[in-house]
């Protein structure tokens, strides 16, 4: 059912990730040659595999994907010993993997507990890889089969550029939502007022810019994450010849300077990039690889390791002291990020 008022004025707001999920999206690797060079097709869906089969340890996981392949990812997921009770695959075609961009923004009624789809508009990270058609029509899709509210949003915008703390503020980069390859009509001013419209929040808070190599101007889930309403746990980089070392640095003293929800300053968790990661030949000279772009489940998190044995296991250090009560699960995504992104990108949460 779509409705054409506004999610916040119906009384829903996005939740803040940690809170308890129902469910987590994916959407399932499409053959094409644009992907992974199209050589690489049967090695990504096998990736897919292990990692929807890590969720549906903990959770439901969803899967989008055209009906013709829904025997094959069942046969990829139970090779890797998922739980069948877990996966649940929807006819949804689309045009690539990033769910996180493409895919519903799910908001919930803050009394009722209602959970409805709030259905931003998607063009592929500012056209730059068409077609994005069938990407765009996936909330609707979702709407449709879980018979949840539809809030139509009139603004360009992809699930990777927000942190919400579930305490009214929302972060984000100048450099993806003040970019005119998204909303050239919209001032700053406009963009604020929708977000507050669309996701209840009071309070946007701006970061300029994002790291190397990443196609979509600068995301923040590869730069800074809230892990609680007053916590932040974000990059740097300490390599001073790095192009992301005065660029986390800018962020860093930026972050310093805001004010959480009470007006205290935000305690700030340090978090390292990896070495460089690199394809030779490739089209991004430097890959975007974050340990910051980790998945939030119920009873675990999923976090990217990248072959680097000192710096994997330091990340992973850090993870379990931030989520003492969540088991911390390394996922090798050094393929996965040769595309522009990992484990945050290619999900969306479900709120329960």
């Avoid at 644009?34 to 903990?58: P, Q, S, T, V």
Wanted: with cysteine.
């Amino acid at each position: 059912m779509t409705h054409t008022s506004q999610a916040h004025a119906s009384g829903f707001a996005m939740p803040a990730e940690w809170t308890w999920q129902e469910a987590t999206w994916l959407s399932w690797p499409v053959t094409d040659e644009r992907h992974w060079g199209g050589a690489k097709h049967a090695l990504i869906a096998d990736k897919f595999a292990e990692i929807a089969a890590a969720i549906a340890h903990y959770q439901i996981v969803r899967i989008n994907a055209p009906l013709a392949e829904h025997d094959d990812i069942r046969k990829r997921f139970l090779a890797r010993k998922g739980n069948e009770r877990n996966v649940q695959l929807f006819d949804h075609p689309h045009n690539d993997v990033w769910c996180r961009d493409h895919g519903p923004i799910f908001v919930k009624h803050g009394e009722t507990g209602e959970v409805a789809v709030t259905d931003w508009g998607f063009n592929a990270w500012g056209g730059k890889f068409p077609p994005w058609d069938l990407d765009d029509a996936i909330p609707a899709k979702i709407a449709s089969a879980l018979a949840m509210r539809h809030f139509p949003c009139p603004m360009i915008l992809e699930g990777g550029a927000i942190e919400i703390n579930g305490a009214g503020q929302l972060l984000t980069t100048e450099a993806v939502l003040l970019n005119p390859n998204r909303n050239p009509h919209l001032s700053r001013g406009d963009i604020e007022q929708h977000l507050r419209a669309g996701l209840g929040v009071s309070e946007i808070l701006w970061l300029h810019s994002g790291i190397e190599g990443d196609d979509t101007d600068g995301h923040i889930d590869d730069l800074a994450r809230f892990v609680r309403d007053d916590v932040i746990l974000a990059c740097l980089e300490n390599d001073p010849s790095s192009p992301n070392h005065q660029v986390l640095a800018r962020n860093w003293h930026d972050l310093s300077a805001m004010k959480n929800s009470r007006g205290g300053s935000f305690d700030l968790l340090e978090m390292h990039l990896p070495q460089a990661c690199e394809v030779p030949g490739w089209r991004l000279p430097v890959l975007p690889a974050s340990y910051v772009n980790y998945l939030l489940l119920n009873h675990a998190v999923l976090l990217p390791q990248f072959r680097q044995k000192r710096n994997d296991q330091r990340a992973f250090d850090i993870m379990r002291e931030i989520f003492p009560d969540r088991e911390i699960v390394g996922i090798d995504c050094l393929d996965l990020v040769e595309e522009g992104g990992t484990l945050h990108c290619i999900t969306q949460q479900q709120p329960a």
